[in-house]
């Protein structure tokens, strides 16, 4: 059980070739490299234009955390 012999890649070549045929695989690959290319054009444009967001700011009352034992002795 050790690694692939090259008769184990043979046989994967032939399987994939039937499923996908001989004309399906550049097209799949042609599509890959396409949305690569979006995806990298993508980011250049969002370092070229970087927007800036407000985040408004709401101030929080800080309360101290009750235990068990003190809401027990407060409901009493």
Known sequence: ????SIWHWLI???????LFGRGKIPELMGDV???????????GEEE???ETKTVESKTVE???VET?????????
């Open 48 to 50: 070229a234009t970087p």
């Open 62 to 64: 800080a309360r101290p």
């Open 68 to 76: 068990k034992a003190e809401e027990a002795k407060d409901r009493s």
């Open 12 to 18: 994967v070549l032939v399987v994939v070739l039937l």
């Open 1 to 4: 059980m050790g690694s692939f």
């Open 33 to 43: 490299a396409k949305g690569i290319k979006n995806f990298k054009k993508g980011m």
